[in-house]
């Protein structure tokens, strides 16, 4: 049974720097990616990375930054310049095989809470 498990959230103030990591135990996943979700919205995609290649969404290109260390099975989210409207809780997310990112035949962390605010 694949676990994934986050860490590294925590208070910054804006334009501070977090790197969040989340520890892949169990198995191995090809696909991974990293969402979020503030108080009172729905779940958003942030980043993902598929083999070797990563991609990040519009509202954090260039400020965050997404990559992994195979050997050691994390999977990393280095964020600078943080924006009170990052704050929300980051989760990692890896599909089965044959199943889609996020989706429900998905592994996820727990979560861990990233609050920017002065």
């Known amino acids: 049974q694949v676990q994934l498990v986050e860490s590294g959230g925590g208070l910054v103030q804006p334009g501070g720097s977090l790197r969040l990591s989340c520890v892949v135990s169990g198995g191995t996943l090809r696909t991974m990616g990293w969402y979020r979700q503030s108080p009172g919205k729905q779940r958003e995609l942030v980043a993902f990375i598929q083999g070797d290649d990563s991609t990040v969404v519009n509202s954090v290109k260039g400020r965050f930054t997404i990559s992994r260390d195979n050997a050691k099975k994390i999977m990393y989210l280095q964020m600078v310049s943080l924006k009170t409207e990052d704050t929300a809780v980051y989760y990692c997310?890896?599909?089965?095989?044959?199943?889609?990112?996020?989706?429900?035949?998905?592994?996820w962390g727990q979560g861990t809470q990233v609050t920017v605010s002065s």
């Open positions: 997310n890896g599909p089965r095989d044959g199943y889609g990112l996020g989706s429900a035949n998905s592994y």
